[in-house]
């Protein structure tokens, strides 16, 4: 299974859904993946939204 999809980039300020962009893919905790791009299907977009929210709660677990 591949959990990955493209990265949307910043847009004129240098954020993405408000938030600045530390580093190009590096943005706050989000778990938005975008349907309506034609580079992703719905089921890409799932599957990274699953990836997403089972790797944060890893690392909670992980780091208590």
């Not at 591949?2 to 990265?7: A, E, R, S």
């Not at 530390?22 to 939204?49: I, L």
Request: proline share 9%; net charge negative.
């Amino acid at each position: 299974m591949n959990g990955l999809t493209h990265i949307a980039p910043a847009d004129g300020n240098g954020e993405i859904i408000g938030s600045p962009v530390v580093a190009p893919g590096v943005y706050k905790t989000t778990t938005e993946v975008y349907p309506d791009s034609p580079r992703a299907t719905p089921e890409q977009c799932n599957t990274a939204q699953t990836v997403a929210v089972c790797a944060a709660i890893d690392y909670a677990l992980a780091h208590r």
